[in-house]
């Protein structure tokens, strides 16, 4: 499996970007998705997850509201939009794939830790200035 992020950028606070990663997988598996991000000095964070149907969806509490996560299968592609960026969301972001849950787990049992996911893409550096 390989997952390549894209989308990453400096913008202001209150700005908005749309992170992309592809998705490669063998044999068409159906994996929930995740993405994380990760600031100087802080453990992995939790962003958001999507099921495979794009019907279940999660977000971290300092993103609701504000970003949303997508898929679209002709792409073999999940996005993340984000808007109305903070100072605070400046992080390296990361896209991971769950190889383990069912394509279509409900929301409440997506996984919302890095222990969750299987396979990581190389992340991409969203920088907001104040």
């Known amino acids: 499996v390989q997952l390549q992020a894209s989308g990453g950028g400096l913008v202001q606070a209150g700005g908005s970007l749309r992170l992309s990663c592809v998705v490669s997988a063998p044999n068409r598996k159906r994996y929930p998705m995740g993405w994380f991000r990760q600031a100087p000095g802080k453990d992995r964070e939790f962003v958001s997850s999507i099921s495979w149907s794009g019907a279940s969806t999660q977000y971290g509490e300092p993103v609701r509201g504000r970003f949303t996560i997508s898929r679209d299968h002709a792409k073999n592609t999940v996005y993340l939009q984000m808007n109305r960026l903070e100072y605070d969301d400046t992080a390296v972001y990361y896209c991971?794939?769950?190889?383990?849950?069912?394509?279509?787990?409900?929301?409440?049992?997506?996984?919302?830790?890095?222990?969750?996911?299987?396979?990581w893409g190389q992340g991409t550096q969203v920088t907001v200035s104040s």
């Open positions: 991971a794939a769950d190889s383990l849950s069912p394509p279509n787990t409900p929301a409440q049992d997506l996984g919302v830790t890095p222990g969750d996911y299987h396979y």
